[in-house]
T-cell receptor, first 118, second 114 residues
Framework: GAVVSQHPSRVICKSGTSVKIECRSLDFQATTMFWYRQFPKQSLMLMATSNEGSKATYEQGVEKDKFLINHASLTLSTLTVTSAHPEDSSFYIC??????????????FGSGTRLTVV | AQSVTQLGSHVSVSEGALVLLRCNYSSSVPPYLFWYVQYPNQGLQLLLKYTTGATLVKGINGFEAEFKKSETSFHLTKPSAHMSDAAEYFCAVSASGSARQLTFGSGTQLTVLP
């Protein structure tokens, strides 16, 4: 089945630094990827939709200058948290749309990245 | 616009008992519906989905769900709970649009009692 690899799984960084999270589709091409943020004991909140070769579409309230998304190839999307602050600490999960046609339509999720900003 | 409501943020069942997790959706167009399971500090794993065809969908680990259009529901069931089923469960809907992004419910924490 489709596999999405997300790295790193955990990262601790100092306040003011930037962190890059990678999301790779290993055995399929993903023209569309999604980035979510999840707070403890809560659901997933869509941050942005990433399309290969074009600018990401951000959800309302998400700072595009803080959360930089790049989708330069059909198998790689990256999320860079710039000038991170403690309030950016969270669990970030990527997802890629996979399958062709209604019967095969689906989404595969990465294993998530736990970001802690100290 | 689309939305998902999961009734019951916490559900507890005894091992061997029926599991029923409720999900109702709202969508202005025919929806695609999904159930995912999440274990602590992990991503989401697909349990099952409905996109087209038969409305009773069987998934992994003995779970199944039935799409009921008239009730706008997609409840998840399992005849006999196992200790390993303890996890967070999310129902999600994907409606029409060029991106077809998923909208998640608030999640249900399932506890299985010995």
């Amino acid at each position: 089945g489709a596999v999405v690899s997300q790295h790193p799984s955990r990262v601790i960084c100092k306040s003011g630094t930037s962190v890059k999270i990678e999301c790779r589709s290993l055995d399929f091409q993903a023209t569309t990827m999604f980035w979510y943020r999840q707070f403890p004991k809560q659901s997933l909140m869509l941050m942005a939709t990433s399309n290969e070769g074009s600018k990401a579409t951000y959800e309302q309230g998400v700072e595009k200058d803080k959360f930089l998304i790049n989708h330069a190839s059909l198998t790689l999307s990256t999320l860079t948290v710039t000038s991170a602050h403690p309030e950016d600490s969270s669990f970030y999960i990527c997802s890629a749309r996979d399958g062709v046609g209604p019967a095969n339509y689906g989404y595969t999720f990465g294993s998530g990245t736990r970001l802690t900003v100290v | 616009a689309q939305s998902v409501t999961q009734l019951g943020s916490h559900v507890s069942v005894s091992e061997g008992a029926l599991v029923l997790l409720r999900c109702n959706y709202s969508s202005s167009v025919p929806p695609y519906l999904f159930w995912y399971v999440q274990y602590p500090n992990q991503g989401l794993q697909l349990l099952l989905k409905y996109t087209t065809g038969a409305t009773l969908v069987k998934g992994i680990n003995g779970f199944e769900a039935e799409f009921k259009k008239s009730e706008t529901s997609f409840h998840l069931t399992k005849p006999s709970a196992h200790m390993s089923d303890a996890a967070e469960y999310f129902c999600a809907v994907s409606a029409s649009g060029s991106a077809r992004q998923l909208t998640f419910g608030s999640g249900t924490q399932l506890t299985v009692l010995p």
